[in-house]
């Protein structure tokens, strides 16, 4: 049986959560924080002196195609420019990383193959041990959190646990050095998403669910005042390495005129590849129906994998989830009956969000019906489904025979799965999954009109709830492409931010961050929303301090 990724919440009383408590300056000169990365044994990545502890995670670098047709075409070089650091991308971890350099004394150079900043979906971070958290007596330990990430061995082993362990002893830190330059994160709070989530570990920011005025403006801000110099509109299109293997700079295609940057330290942040169909089908092979992704990254690291000899690691899932396609109502608690197309149930409904689109990928599910009887539906999912039973998403029937024909499924089967589900919510028990007769959560204070509400009130999720009454109501969830909001997959990366070869040898003068170096982090199941920001800020500020080390030494 599955367990579900958080424990009952114990009966926590009305509380405000409070922004604004006193935050200390970071106090981290460059040497100290590219030199304070743990020393580790099994499944540490290799350090500076290039010595090789035995892998403990997949390398797919043999697999790797040698180029992509989605990246820009090389172009002949006509120009040639130096700089000391030069940075890849844009997004979060790319603005972290340039200033992390520049303030550690490198002259920095950012491209962008975009002509603006890049888009970010990010919106929440996850970080434990921040002064939000402690005044409101609520935390983890780095163990603890790293543990929650690394749930479902038998798929996430893939996973370095040393370098996870890394970002949760400094994700305090990280949430300090982005108010200290200039990001307003009001404060730590439990997601709509989660209502079940203990403690409280998702920060926002005054910017709601818009990351590129939460993030990008005000670090690109930072960037520029600190005199990190950007170039928009210019795509990476091979790495340049020397004789020995070195890195020495790259080769891009700036709207047509090639340009060469020679730099002594290179940083990709280039993204994952969620704009390519063939890194999708490649590296992300359990996630169905993922289509090109127009505007996505397009696996730049990827592409230049087997050419560095860099290893790959890639858990073979992303960062989707099932939405109705009309917006109908998404359970987040779990209260209502999920079924697959054999008209059985497949899950506990209570799981988080993203746990249950990971089991669904790895028993081969694409789109689910969530059943509903009247009552249910009148208190959690009418109020928004006008628009899907016009549509179809949402069927409506007096019987359950009739509701099954609507969703063409096995009528006999589904009124088998509906008496036993029915039986279980009788007696209070779920002999099949487990999932809780009810459960306390936390949600936003109904009576605050902004979307994320720092003042969370009790309130008890009714979970086992019989379909008895009609009309019965079934909403249909599809994996979306629209809802990819990253993928997890990429170049291996220590602590530092270097790369490394598939023998477990640090590439001189090459380091990668972000999505681009995520797959050792993340893994198949995407644990929680605001892991993958935390992984961008910890290691941005330690590959950027780090390279600006290596460039200035």
Not at 243 to 271: C, H, M, R, W
Not at 432 to 448: I, L
Request: glycine residues 10%; hydrophobic residues 40%.
């Amino acid at each position: 049986m599955t367990q579900s990724k958080q424990q009952a919440a114990t009966d926590i009383s009305r509380r405000g959560f409070l922004a604004g408590a006193g935050v200390g300056a970071l106090g981290l000169a460059a040497a100290g924080m590219f030199g304070c990365a743990p020393n580790t044994e099994k499944g540490a990545p290799a350090d500076a002196s290039g010595s090789k502890p035995a892998p403990t995670v997949q390398s797919t670098a043999d697999s790797a195609p040698a180029a992509s047709s989605d990246v820009a075409e090389s172009v002949e070089i006509t120009e040639t420019k130096d700089t000391e650091v030069l940075v890849i991308g844009t997004g979060v971890a790319g603005l972290t990383a340039a200033i992390s350099a520049a303030e550690a004394g490198a002259k920095v150079t950012v491209v962008e193959k975009l002509d603006g900043l890049k888009k970010v979906y990010a919106h929440s971070i996850t970080a434990i041990g921040t002064s939000f958290q402690k005044e409101l007596g609520e935390d983890w330990t780095p163990e603890e959190l790293v543990d929650f990430w690394d749930q479902y061995p038998d798929t996430d082993s893939f996973m370095d646990r040393e370098a996870q362990l890394f970002a949760a002893e400094h994700s305090g830190e990280s949430i300090d050095w982005l108010i200290e330059h200039g990001v307003d994160i009001v404060g730590v709070t439990v997601p709509p998403t989660n209502p079940f989530q203990v403690p409280a570990r998702t920060f926002v920011t005054s910017s709601d669910r818009d990351g590129v005025k939460a993030y990008l403006e005000p670090l690109h801000a930072k960037a520029e005042e600190l005199g990190v110099e950007f170039n928009f509109s210019t795509e990476a299109t091979k790495i340049l390495t020397d004789e020995s293997g070195a890195v020495t700079g790259i080769e891009t295609n700036a709207s047509g005129k090639g340009i060469q940057y020679n730099a002594k330290s290179l940083i990709v942040a280039a993204g994952g590849f969620g704009g390519s169909q063939e890194y999708l089908r490649l590296y992300a092979p359990l996630t169905p129906n993922s289509p090109y992704f127009d505007g996505e990254a397009k696996g730049f690291a990827l592409s230049q994998a087997r050419s560095l000899g860099a290893d790959v690691v890639a858990p073979g899932g992303t960062m989707a989830y099932f939405l109705n396609v009309d917006g109908g109502y998404v359970d987040n608690a779990g209260q209502a009956m999920y079924i697959n197309r054999q008209g059985q149930r497949w899950v506990n409904e209570n799981l988080y969000f993203l746990d249950r689109a990971g089991i669904a990928y790895k028993q081969g599910i694409s789109e689910y019906w969530a059943i509903y009887d009247s009552k249910l539906f009148d208190e959690t999912a009418a109020a928004t489904a006008e628009k899907g039973l016009e549509g179809g998403s949402i069927v409506k029937a007096d019987t359950t025979e009739e509701l099954a024909r609507l969703m063409d499924v096995n009528v006999a089967a589904f009124k088998k799965t509906v008496d036993t589900y029915n039986g279980y919510c009788a007696s209070g028990d779920d002999k099949d999954f487990g999932k809780p007769a009810s459960r306390m959560g936390r949600v936003f204070d109904p009576d605050d009109p902004k979307e994320y509400d720092l003042d969370l009130i009790d309130k008890e999720f009714v979970l086992l709830n019989e379909i008895a009454t009609a009309p019965f109501y079934a909403i249909n969830m599809t994996v979306q492409a629209s809802a990819l909001s990253g993928t997890a997959g990429g170049i291996r990366s220590n602590t530092n931010g270097e790369v490394i070869d598939v023998e477990g040898n640090v590439i001189p003068n090459l380091y990668a961050v972000g999505e681009s170096s995520n797959g050792h982090l993340i893994g198949y199941f995407y644990p929680q929303s605001g892991t993958s920001l935390c992984m961008c800020f910890c290691f941005g500020r330690y590959a950027g301090a780090a390279a600006a080390a290596n460039a200035t030494a």
